[in-house]
Every structure is written in structure tokens, then in C-alpha cells.
């Protein structure tokens, strides 16, 4: 049996993102976006309700500072105690889990979609995004940037502006574009 884009999306193939579902898909996301990036710091239990419905898995006590943007959120795992601050972005074109106790200042931005190389191949319209995962007790600087594939190890810290494009290992501080370890704790 043929598998669908969604499918192809999330194995990691090459898809394309134009099809019906997976526009639909995104649509109800944007929908849930707009209105949670229109409540106000009153409205907490509303905040809630809308990233309930919004990710996959939410854990407890989490704090995500409108305006947040997502592509679709139903790939978003996220454990306890999650804060995003104002303006993150995450295209979950696949999988993106994320550990309990993270911390993502101002502007993060989590990518799992990317684009082929091969100019011929990339002008067909096709697509391709790889998983992310995020370990527990992160902490990631404003303005960092997670590239598709990349997992992040427990207890590390990125810095502000890195760019992540490959697998940082648990208990460092990595700095840096690109991101490098520059000192283990």
C-alpha cells in the first residue's frame, strides 16, 4: 500500500506538503495559533486549553509567551515545566520531543523541515524534515536555532545565537555557528 504525504512526511521522505490532509492538518493549527496568540496574561486557563489541543503531549505547568508559532503542533511532545519565550517557532513537519524542565528564551527556533539540495529535485516541490529531541533540564539561548535531525542531550545549555546542525551531547555548554561544545560541566 501507497503511503500517504502525511506519512511520507513523518517517516522522513520526501513529500509534499500542498496535499489536501496535510493542508487541513496545518489550517487547525494556524486556527488554534490565532487564538491563542490573541489571549492575554488573564486568560491562563484559556492558554492552557489551546496548547492542550494544539500538541501532541503537553506536560504540566507550562508557560509559552504569545506570539508562539508552530506548523501543525499534533507532532510537539513536551514534558513538565516547559517555557518558550515570546516569538518561538517550531515547524513540526516531524516529531519534535522536547524533555521536562526545558527553557527556550526569546526567539528560538526549532526546525525540523528542510528543503533538497538537488535544485531539480527541490523545484518538484517536495519536502523532506527530520525529528528533533530535546533532553531534559535544556536550557536554550535567545535567537538559537535547532536544525532538523539534531538531538540535544540532557542538562546542556546552548547559547544564545547558535546554530544547532548537529547532536550535542548531554551535561555541556555548546556555543557558537556552528553550535560547538566549549566546556563540559
Known sequence: MEKTEKQKMLAGELYLSSDAEIAAERNVA???????????????????????ELFSYLGSNAEILPPFYCDYGKNIY???????GIGCVILDCNTV???????????????????PTDPEIRLSGGELAAPIRIGNNVWIGGGAI???GV??????????????????PANVVAVGNPCRVVREL
Not at 513536551?78 to 518558550?84: E, I, P, S, V
Not at 520531543?97 to 528543503?115: E, F, K, M
Request: net charge negative; charged share 20%.
Open 146 to 148: 535547532i536544525c532538523p
Open 78 to 84: 513536551a514534558g513538565d515545566k516547559l517555557f518558550m
Open 30 to 52: 494556524r486556527r488554534l495559533l490565532r487564538m491563542y496568540n490573541s489571549t492575554t496574561e488573564e486568560q491562563l486557563e484559556q492558554r492552557e486549553q489551546i496548547l492542550q
Open 151 to 168: 538531538t540535544i542531550g540532557d542538562n546542556t545549555t546552548i547559547g544564545a545565537g547558535s546554530v544547532v546542525v548537529k547532536d550535542i
Open 97 to 115: 520531543h522536547i524533555g521536562d524542565n526545558v527553557l527556550c528564551a526569546p526567539y528560538v527556533q526549532i526546525y525540523t523541515a528542510y528543503h
